[in-house]
């Protein structure tokens, strides 16, 4: 890293503050802004992930600016109550629409939030310090949002343009890892306009994977619009399903093993990327989720257990974390991420996917998992700001 520039610093940006702040002096506390909601199919995920962030941060060192986005794409100042942000009675939080607009710097140099409403003089209602993107999937998980803060040399956390569209797009992702020599499962994709004028090619493709195949959007996240095919009578059906997600699909050969994860952390200061104890995904009813559906993930504890640490030989965890970090930097990822395995007796560990904004609540497996390696949730948050801070603007 030979270009750093300090980061802004909040309200005095003339001052050289130093990055350790003394917690009495309020004025001199990083400002960040907790990005969350978004566009999505994921947006109640992203503001549940919000209600934890918002409760656990560390306001004597962050002053946080809460911004929500509409499921309709609309910018609005949030409330800070991590309370109201939770999911309750299996019903996702929503941010709610504002007559009070806000917008992010675009100009290099600029670094001011602004609030617009109609009728009024824009106001600047804060230097951004950094920006905590808690969004997941399209429009927030995939390079677009980190795309607008480049612009401006806005810090924030987590994965850059690319690493983020890679870790969003199943077909991309699963390219670079076998470019990487990193073990995968075999696959098909049906790109956009296959599916209507090339059916029968396609059905032959998809022949070859074998039963039971998983049909899923090549771009979501969160098991929306995924199924578990166990007939090639349901394939069409399936394949419909996950076009109402993403016109772009991918067929997968279902593998059958573990579900192991294993959360990564950037290193600092250059350092090598940390990997933490793996954990395992188990569905125990069966009955009611095929596999770790939607449903399974956020409204039916009952059906699955998350394993933390998952109970592996020394070789295989060694393995699982030498994959995890390799996995990490094969999409160049930065800040955080979530890399999940299958562990299969015949072929041993195959990477799933990663996810560059992994579900983030205090009881979402990334944070247990590094609470399980000794990094409690607040310290998990103020370690990633600090990796957003130490990191330098532009090309890296
Ligand atoms: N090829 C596969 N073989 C077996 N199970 C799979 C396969 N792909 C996905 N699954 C199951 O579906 C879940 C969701 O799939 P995943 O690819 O992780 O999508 P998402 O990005 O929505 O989390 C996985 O956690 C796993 O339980
Ligand atoms: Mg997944």
Same mark, same amino acid.
């Given at each position: ?22 917690? &009495? ?20 995920? @992203? ?172 771009? @979501?996240?969160? &098991? ?51 990997? @933490? ?120």
């Amino acid at each position: 890293m030979s270009h750093h520039t300090e980061p802004a610093s909040g309200v005095d940006s003339t001052s050289s503050a130093p990055r350790s702040v003394p917690t &009495s002096d309020a004025a001199r506390r990083i400002r960040v802004v907790v990005l969350f909601g978004g566009r999505s199919g994921e947006h109640g995920i @992203s503001v549940a992930t919000a209600g934890g962030v918002l409760g656990a941060i560390d306001r004597s060192k962050y002053e946080v600016v809460p911004v929500g986005i509409t499921p309709n794409g609309q910018w609005v100042i949030a409330a800070d109550e991590p309370g109201r942000w939770a999911i309750t009675d299996g019903k996702v939080p929503e941010v709610p629409a504002s007559a009070a607009e806000v917008v992010l710097p675009l100009t290099v140099g600029d670094a001011a939030l602004r609030v617009l409403e109609p009728g009024r003089v824009p106001t600047v209602l804060a230097d951004v310090g950094v920006v905590l993107p808690l969004l997941h999937g399209p429009y927030g998980e995939d390079g677009t949002v980190q795309g607008l803060l480049e612009f401006a040399d806005t810090r924030y956390v987590g994965s850059g343009v690319l690493a983020s569209a890679l870790g969003m797009d199943k077909h991309f992702m699963k390219l670079v890892f076998a470019g990487h020599g990193l073990p995968i499962g075999p696959y098909a994709v049906i790109r956009p306009g296959d599916w209507p004028v090339r059916r029968d090619v396609v059905r032959q493709t998809v022949e070859t994977l074998g039963l039971p195949l998983f049909v899923k959007p090549a771009r @979501s996240g969160s &098991s929306l619009g995924i199924s578990r095919v166990v007939s090639l009578d349901d394939l069409d059906a399936a394949v419909e399903e996950a076009r109402e997600h993403d016109p772009k699909v991918m067929v997968e050969a279902g593998i059958a093993g573990r579900e192991i994860e294993c959360a990564v952390l950037g290193g600092r200061g250059g350092a090598r990327p940390r990997a @933490s104890v793996p954990g395992e995904i188990v569905v125990t009813d069966e009955t009611r989720h095929g596999f770790y559906d939607y449903e399974a993930k956020y409204f039916d504890e009952a059906a699955v257990e998350l394993t933390c640490p998952a109970d592996l030989p020394d070789d295989v965890v060694k393995e699982v974390q030498e994959i995890a970090v390799r996995t990490f930097e094969a999409i160049g990822a930065e800040g955080l991420a979530r890399v999940d395995m299958f562990l299969t007796p015949e072929d041993g560990v195959l990477v799933n996917e990663i996810n560059t904004m992994p579900g983030f609540t205090p009881f979402s497996m990334y944070p247990r998992m590094w609470a399980a390696s000794g990094m409690s949730y607040p310290e998990l948050i103020d370690e990633l700001v600090q990796l957003a801070l130490e990191r330098s603007t532009g090309l890296r």
